[in-house]
């Protein structure tokens, strides 16, 4: 995928989060389940710590939503912080924005929130500076070349795609574009992830 070096430098101003609900709705909404928006795995703590992070959103920034998997059975955002941190001596700690548990070492679809996210500087998941610096990156905990992501962590990442798009608003009209890391990474810097197993056509036909 070729992306473009542009727009960087025009980025101006920041994103406010969204609304509130309105405090009120008519019987049929209600009845209807319109405006109505149910989320289950992005609770509301998670909600106010995405829309109001220490950094604040630049508009524009954020022109990438990009899927990872660990390539572990096991982990959490705890866990990935450390190894980043000290192993791979990565000074920012964990390489993603947000984590996906998968019921080992965190909750089945527990979304855990990067200190990336909260200070609003790049990643450090995707092997280009460039792409860092625009691209959210979501890690899904699991080896997806061996195993198939939990039904709960494929709802956990809709969600959580779904709100983030609306965070970080949109640019020239359109929505943050969603790809699966090895759709993304550099061609001189091949990768599998996600992993084989992943259920590209799933995250293709609800992003694309």
Request: glycine share 10%; charged share 20%; hydrophobic share 30%.
């Amino acid at each position: 995928m070729n992306i473009e070096k542009q727009g960087l430098e025009q980025q101006e101003g920041f994103e406010p989060p969204p609304l509130p609900p309105p405090s009120h709705h008519h019987w049929w909404q209600i009845f209807s389940g319109e405006d109505q928006t149910q989320y289950h795995y992005l609770t509301k703590s998670i909600r106010d710590a995405i829309d109001h992070p220490q950094g604040q959103v630049k508009k524009a920034r954020w022109r990438f939503i990009v899927v990872h998997n660990s390539g572990t059975r096991q982990g959490n955002a705890r866990i990935f912080d450390y190894y980043h941190l000290h192993v791979r001596k990565m000074p920012n700690g964990l390489a993603y924005h947000f984590v996906i548990g998968n019921g080992t070492s965190s909750g089945n679809g527990q979304i855990e929130i990067g200190n990336r996210w909260v200070r609003q500087i790049n990643g450090g998941h995707v092997h280009s500076d460039y792409l860092n610096n625009i691209a959210l990156g979501i890690c899904l905990v699991g080896d997806f070349n061996r195993d198939l992501p939990t039904k709960e962590q494929l709802a956990a990442l809709d969600e959580l795609i779904r709100y983030l798009r609306i965070r970080v608003g949109k640019i020239d009209g359109k929505p943050a574009i969603v790809k699966a890391h090895k759709e993304i990474n550099p061609p001189q810097w091949p990768t599998d992830c996600p992993g084989d197993r992943f259920p590209y056509y799933w995250l293709h036909s609800r992003f694309d």
